[in-house]
């Protein structure tokens, strides 16, 4: 076992004690201190976000990562957790297994919201922290950079991540930015406070959006959250008067009856000056009368009508997967072929160190033999004898090569070594 | 160097222009992480060997450069395929090619049907049928980018109407974009096909005054396929404008720049099939009638 994976996450441990083990950025660097003081040699990587906690360890023959048990003790510990607890929770896997469930996780195949791209700006934080503790080394630093790699070919390749999934970001990405170019110069008004309008508005503001108003159906009210918002508040009165001004309304009363009828947006649109209006009606029941909707230069969004986008959206995620997944086996298999292949490293080394020592003892014998060789042919008999030994051992390597991506190739490390007389 | 430049022909812009097409479609069906780059090395590509192209041909050509209506047709797809490259690089997921590419060859398709004869003229008539050329262009160029952003206008209109989140590679600006587009097009179209045609009407009448050419009379199919497609423009213009204040303005002059596109291509097709004496050079010289009005 070279690499070991201890860690649970959202699926699989309960919230309360997910929050219990969560770990801090300080919190994070003082158990990656602890841990390369409890095992020496071993490298590590602690990745905690809100929806998981893991450790990566590392190493090779003469300090091979902690097994399962222990990684789970040492998180306990570290949390200060009963060990009991989190033991049926926490899952671990090894070697291969380990290269595959990172990937995913970069690749954001194991969130939460499927695709989401936080991930990797939280896994290269991640590295980086294990990097500033001394605690990353080489068999986690190619990991973990093979797993960003991993991620930015999923996000290039398949559309895992792309469409939105909240209400919000699908109102104003796919729909409100499809009407308006920019938002600097338009006018939001705000109608109602509910919880959605917030978000919605936030989307707003990062998309440009500064003229708001914000109505409600008390003065004082609209003033407070005109005031937490950035805007200008009105009552109710102001409706169809910032009905005719608006460029893009946000609706989230709680009415039990539209709050803006037909008949009152006919008579607001005459002094609208042709210009297009995009309603989110995020209530429920509607704020907006339906027959309002095919009104021309009206673009009316229901709650219901966001949803069925994110619906839509998060299938084409699903979608995605088969791609997604097709990816990460085809790194994970080369990253495994590399690592593999970098075990034979010391057996190619002394084979070489052998094959070039052999060669310059019998280069030497025979210059002493034959001293009248002057430089040139003493080079071109050198290149001779490197070309000829180079050759006799590209087969045996390129074996050595085929045989890693299949797994650790011990067999052929084994004949070679007792074949050509190797040391362990 | 001479013998490769020399050796460029309109297979080798048209082959790539086909390719990035190609490459714009394939949108559609799946994605890729290198079609971006692809499509923009083939489209550089052929904008490259048209640009030496074109400049081989006014560099080797004994008349005034660019002066067929072969050239009048590359110079046209070389202006749009250079918009497109431009737009891409600048817009990479808008698939802006899938409109303009067609565009591009089917210019490219009218310049091979098109005479490679330089129109007949005399320093005289140089100035004036350069500006005729050149307002003609512009205003074929205003119409077909005008008519490529009404038809996205209603792709996106019609995305928004059904609530539809975009698909992906196919993601169009905004309303806003393509309806001040469609609108601006309309008006410099507008503008630059009534100056061509007045200019063209001056040209001839200094042909006639120096009987370089056979008067192009009135009935010519060059002067009402103009006259049409002029007065089109200008009426579209002026509808367009004076619906600004409509809610569904931008809808209107969406099909308005279409119409134009129709009618221009119409016009390119009477132009490339049609009998005209527009440009034919003299059969015998004219006797000099100063007094006598030019159509």
């Known amino acids: 076992m070279t690499l070991a994976f201890v860690g649970g996450t959202h699926r699989t441990v309960p919230l309360a004690l997910r929050e219990r083990l969560a770990f801090s950025a300080e919190q994070a660097a003082e158990a990656l201190q602890r841990f390369r003081v409890r095992f020496p040699g071993r490298e590590v990587v602690l990745l905690s976000t809100c929806n998981r906690v893991e450790l990566y360890a590392a190493g090779e023959s003469s300090a091979m990562p902690p097994p399962t048990e222990q990684l789970v003790s040492f998180l306990a510990e570290c949390r200060g957790i009963d060990a009991g607890l989190l033991a049926p929770v926490l899952s671990g896997e090894s070697d291969e297994a380990v290269v595959r469930h990172l990937f995913s996780v970069a690749s954001g195949l194991d969130s939460m919201v499927l695709g989401e791209p936080q991930i990797v700006a939280q896994v290269k934080q991640a590295w980086a922290l294990a990097q500033a503790s001394d605690t990353a080394g080489p068999l986690t630093g190619e990991m973990f950079q093979a797993a960003l790699r991993t991620a930015k070919r999923v996000a290039s390749e398949t559309a895992l991540g792309r469409e939105r999934l909240s209400i919000p970001s699908v109102a104003v990405a796919d729909f409100a930015r499809g009407v308006f170019e920019r938002f600097d110069d338009k006018r939001v008004l705000l109608i109602g406070a509910g919880k959605m309008a917030h978000e919605t508005l936030r989307y707003l503001r990062e998309a440009g959006a500064r003229d708001i108003v914000v109505l409600n159906r008390t003065a004082e009210r609209a003033g407070k959250l005109a005031a937490r918002l950035g805007g200008r508040p009105g009552t109710f009165a102001d409706l169809a008067v910032e009905l005719a001004a608006a460029d893009l309304v946000v609706s989230t009363t709680g009415a039990s009856a539209p709050v803006v009828s037909l008949e009152m947006f006919v008579a607001a649109e005459g002094r609208r000056g042709g210009r297009p209006l995009v309603v989110l009606d995020l209530a429920v029941p509607r704020d907006f009368d339906p027959r309002i909707g095919p009104r021309p230069g009206v673009w009316l969004y229901s709650i219901d009508d966001l949803a069925a986008a994110c619906e839509a959206n998060r299938k084409s995620r699903q979608r995605e997967m088969p791609a997604a997944v097709t990816i990460i086996d085809e790194e994970t298999r080369r990253f495994m072929g590399d690592l593999h292949h970098r075990s034979t490293a010391p057996v190619i080394e002394q084979l070489r160190a052998g094959w070039t020592e052999t060669g310059a003892a019998e280069l030497d014998r025979l210059f002493r033999r034959l001293p009248t060789l002057d430089a040139a042919a003493q080079g071109e008999i050198r290149q001779a004898f490197e070309r000829y030994a180079a050759k006799m051992l590209h087969p045996p390597l390129t074996s050595l090569r085929n045989e890693s991506r299949a797994g650790p190739p011990h067999g052929l490390l084994d004949a070679l070594r007792r074949l050509f007389d190797l040391k362990e | ?295």
């Open chain 2, 1 to 295: 160097m001479i013998e490769f430049v020399s050796g460029i022909s309109v297979v080798c812009f048209t082959a790539s222009y086909l390719v990035a097409l190609a490459c714009e479609a394939s949108r559609l069906v799946f994605r890729s992480g290198v079609r971006g780059a692809a499509m923009i090395a083939f489209g550089a590509a052929g904008l490259v060997a048209h640009t030496i192209f074109l400049v081989w041909r006014a560099a080797n050509e004994p008349a005034v450069p660019l002066s067929s209506a072969f050239d009048w047709y590359l110079l046209a797809a070389w202006v749009l395929a250079s918009g497109y490259l431009w737009l891409t690089i600048s817009n990479p997921k808008t698939p802006v090619g899938l409109f303009m590419l067609p565009v591009v060859l089917g210019l490219i398709g009218a310049a091979q049907l098109s005479s490679r004869d330089p129109f007949p003229q005399s320093p005289a008539t140089q100035i004036w049928g350069a500006i005729h050329g050149s307002f003609n262009l512009a205003a074929s160029v205003a119409v077909t980018i005008g008519a490529i952003a009404g038809i996205m206008w209603l792709i996106q209109a019609g995305r928004l109407a059904r609530k539809q989140a975009p698909t992906q590679g196919f993601r169009m600006p905004s309303l806003e974009k393509l309806a001040l587009t469609t609108g601006r097009t309309l008006a410099i179209a507008a503008w630059t096909a009534a100056a061509g045609f007045i200019s063209g009407l001056v040209l001839n009448a200094v042909n006639r005054r120096h009987g370089l050419l056979e008067t192009v009379p009135w009935t010519d199919p060059v002067v009402l396929r103009m006259g049409a497609l002029v007065a089109w423009l200008v009426i579209a213009a002026v509808v367009s404008r004076s619906m600004a204040r409509q809610p569904d303005a931008a809808r209107t002059t969406a099909w308005l720049s279409i119409v134009s596109f129709a009618v221009l291509t119409l016009s390119i097709l009477w132009g490339v099939f049609g009998v005209t004496r527009h440009g034919v050079p003299p059969v015998a010289p004219l006797p000099t009638a100063p007094s006598e009005a030019a159509p």
